[in-house]
Nanobody, 123 residues
Framework: QVQLVESGGGLVQAGDSLRLSCAAS????????MGWFRQAPGKEREFVAA????????YYADSVKGRFTISRDNAKNTAYLQMNSLKPEDTAVYYC????????????????WGQGTQVTVSS
């Protein structure tokens, strides 16, 4: 079993930045892709960003492109989501997820999910 723990969420003002972390532990399988998703109140969960095992390939939702950056440190089994120029519409619970594959794309199935971290952006 793989455990994922997100951290770094909080309450910020529009225009501020936050950095989310996702630490993987447990029976981590060999090489895995990672992704970030979010769910706002009353809305379905949506894709935010994804990164391959090597970090060479990344994907972003159009709504965050140019503002968010996904990265990872495989030595620490940790992925990050740097969020800049935050907007009120970024308010959501942010989840990280991993899949048993070196690739990670927006529409892929993910095998493990974290519990989420709340990000609230005030105007």
């Amino acid at each position: 079993q793989v455990q994922l723990v997100e951290s770094g969420g909080g309450l910020v003002q529009a225009g501020d930045s936050l950095r989310l972390s996702c630490a993987a532990s447990g029976r981590t399988f060999g090489r895995y892709g990672m992704g970030w998703f979010r769910q706002a109140p009353g809305k379905e969960r949506e894709f935010v960003a994804a990164i391959s095992w090597t970090g060479a390939t990344t994907y972003y939702a159009d709504s965050v492109k140019g503002r968010f950056t996904i990265s990872r440190d495989n030595a620490k089994n940790t992925a990050y989501l740097q969020m800049n120029s935050l907007k009120p519409e970024d308010t959501a619970v942010y989840y990280c997820a991993v899949r048993n594959s070196v690739v990670a794309r927006p529409t892929d199935e993910y095998d493990y999910w974290g519990q989420g971290t709340q990000v609230t952006v005030s105007s």
